[in-house]
C-alpha cells in the first residue's frame, strides 16, 4: 500500500500563489505516476496535472497551463503542485493521487491510491 499526505493548503487572494505538497510512504518503489486532482463545490472531481516520476514528463489541464508547475523530489517522495495567478476558480479540494503504471493519466480510474485532500481558497 502507499499513503499520501497533501499539506500546502489555504486562503490567497486572487493574482496570488501557493504550493502544495504531497508526500507519499510505504510501497513508493510501485509507482510511477503521480497526479493532482481537484473538486469544487457542486461539481465532480477534475484532473489538473501529472508527472511521471522517473522521466519528469508532465501533463496539465488546459485550465491551468501556463499558471501551475508540477515536480518531484523522488529523494523525499514528495510531489509538489506550484500555483501561481490563482484565480477564484480554482477554489476547490486539491486531492494527490499515485498510479502504479507509467501512463499520464487524466482519468481518475487509472490511479490507485489518494490523498485525504487539501483546501484551497482563493478571494476575489
Same mark, same amino acid.
Given at each position: &500500500?502507499? &499513503?499520501?499526505?497533501? @499539506?500546502? +493548503? +489555504? !486562503?490567497? &487572494? #486572487? ?5 502544495? @505538497? ?7 518503489? *510501485? ?5 493532482? =486532482? $481537484? /473538486?469544487?463545490?457542486?461539481?465532480? $472531481?477534475? =484532473?489538473?496535472?501529472?508527472?511521471? !516520476?522517473?522521466? $519528469? @514528463?508532465?501533463?496539465?489541464?488546459? *485550465?491551468?497551463?501556463? $499558471? ?6 523522488? #529523494?523525499?517522495?514528495?510531489?509538489? !503542485? /506550484? ?11 486539491? %486531492?494527490? #493521487?499515485?498510479?502504479? %503504471? ?5 482519468? &481518475? @480510474?487509472?490511479?490507485? %491510491?489518494?490523498? /485525504? +485532500?487539501? /483546501?484551497?481558497?482563493? *478571494?476575489?
Amino acid at each position: &500500500q502507499v &499513503q499520501l499526505v497533501e @499539506s500546502g +493548503g +489555504g !486562503l490567497v &487572494q #486572487a493574482g496570488g500563489a501557493l504550493r502544495l @505538497s504531497c508526500a507519499a510512504s510505504g510501497r513508493t518503489f *510501485s509507482i510511477y505516476a503521480m497526479a493532482w =486532482f $481537484r /473538486q469544487a463545490p457542486g461539481k465532480e $472531481r477534475e =484532473f489538473v496535472a501529472t508527472i511521471n !516520476l522517473n522521466t $519528469r @514528463s508532465t501533463y496539465y489541464a488546459d *485550465s491551468v497551463k501556463g $499558471r501551475f508547475t508540477i515536480s518531484r523530489d523522488n #529523494a523525499k517522495n514528495t510531489v509538489y !503542485l /506550484q500555483m501561481n495567478r490563482l484565480e477564484p476558480e480554482d477554489t476547490a479540494v486539491y %486531492y494527490c #493521487a499515485a498510479d502504479r %503504471y507509467t501512463r499520464l493519466s487524466r482519468l &481518475q @480510474s487509472d490511479y490507485n %491510491y489518494w490523498g /485525504q +485532500g487539501t /483546501q484551497i481558497t482563493v *478571494s476575489s
